[in-house]
């Protein structure tokens, strides 16, 4: 191909001056040799041969029509068809007006009348004609994405920039598209399977959005950003991208934030960046593909950047409070306690008490979550050592595990240091791990859980039935609880009292030879209920909620004395 850079190389420029009149090719090198190297060839198959030999150097062919051998127009047609040739700029030389205009169909950039005018318009001409092809070149190797052909970032909003310009009433709605987990299927399938689908999706997407006045662009490895007529529903589009995973047999789950009507007042940038607020709210929602973006999200965001940014600060000055939620046995005549869960919260010194609903998600998000969970491990773990030292009672606590834990080799060391610090032992320790993590990534998980038993860690698996582990798996899994999910107990005692799907986890349960926790029971109707079902444990507002450690005292001082 013609290089920008290549062409530029020797300091000078190369000028091919194809004409068979030697005055002529004389004429032309005595002008332009100053500030050009000159080529000459004196009939059309030369000026070919010289095109091909020269065609990484050459910056321009001055071409004359009328020529032996071949003549201009015949060679012109030959460039055309060769892609690499196509694009060195060609002026024509010719004393005819008809042909003028043939040959700029043909793909000439300009051309030069015979007999010829002063030097100064020659060379303006010439020059003009390098740097357009120049310019040209540059454009065309940044204004395109090089995997999918779509607009780069920085072409797609100067378009989107200039269409607004021309078309300022223009309804449009900015839309940042996502795969859900691309990384996963990366990692899965392997690259080339990864580009594969990245092309089919933006192939899709010229599809879809092929109205005039579309735009797209691939902003980075799986976004890609379109701004387009405003639709008022896009569920059924996302639907149609989707489908490339088909006949790959790979599912590929297409997101979709959407700047409904955007106000053109906002710098386009922050235009989609309010489309990606929408998508990466839906993030880790299966059931919804299409987020619509709201001002509210605008303080949730500002509410989390706040709450990262904070962060090490509340660690180092100890915000963060651990509370702790009894677990009540129910097999027997009356309940009693048989561990606690260890809940963290934040208490903010101008927010107030902070759920971990609001920032553990977060912290999951950008590795936080390690350092907050550790510290609450190890306030467990010493509350543990308290009771036992000064109340003369020991009780087992349960602490969270996130998912990001699960693949920290040194996790089962930590919990070992962490256990041995305090003077405790293992089993004084549970360890809560979601159904979902299991699930993501199974065989290293899984055989970190079983080392962790293995040192005598005991295993719930919490939120047990929203992480659609599979029956056929569930058997092998490495575990001595399983912490019913609180939307069991929800929808069983909502309406009709239908217990049926509780009485299944416990079959379950027995089957495995574990016992069943049940979490969020709020009321004597649901702890009747789920004795009689054949529940083991029972954990929730109705015995009580999480409370600071001091306040768990009684439960201790309740359980000794009985
Ligand atoms: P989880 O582990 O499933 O914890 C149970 C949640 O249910 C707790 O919410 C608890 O306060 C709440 N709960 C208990 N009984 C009832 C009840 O009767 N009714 C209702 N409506 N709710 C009840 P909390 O403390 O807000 O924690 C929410 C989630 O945050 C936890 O769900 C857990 O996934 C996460 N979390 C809490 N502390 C930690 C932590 O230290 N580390 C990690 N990684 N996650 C944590
Ligand atoms: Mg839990
Ligand atoms: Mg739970």
Redesign the pocket.
Known sequence: MNNYSDAFAGGKRNILVADDEYINREMLENILSEEYDVLKAEDGEMAYEMIKQNRNTLSLILLDLMMPKMSGLDLLALLSEEPDLKSIPVIVLTSDQDSEVTSLKKGAYDFIPKPYPQPDVIKARISRSIELAEDRQIISATERDELTGLYTIEYFYRYVNQFDKYYPNADRDAICFDVNHFHVLNERFGMEKGDEILKRIAGRLEEVFSDTGSFICRKSADTFLVYCAHREDYSSIVDQISEIGEDLHTAVKIRAGVYSSCDKKLDIHLRFDRAKIAADKIRNKYSVSVSNFDEALIDAELFAEQLVDEFPKALAEKQFM??F?PKFDIRGDKPVLSSA?????WSHPTLGMI???KF??L??ENGL?AK??E???RRAAEKIADWKERLGISVPVS????RA?MYDPELVDTMEQIVSDNGISTGDLYL?I?ESAYVSDSDSIVNRVKMLREHGFFIEM??FGSGYSSLNMISELPLDAL?L??MF?RTAFEKQNDTRMISIVIDIADYLGVPVIA????TEEQYLALKKLGCAII????FS??VPASDFDRFLLEKKGS
């Open positions: 651990v509370y939620q869960e260890a809940l963290v919260r759920s971990p609903g553990v998600p912290f999951e979550i907050l969970d510290y609450v491990w602490v969270n595990l996130s834990e809560e979601t919490d939120d912490k999910d609180m107990i979490e969020g029971v709020e954990q929730g507002y109705y909620k999480p």
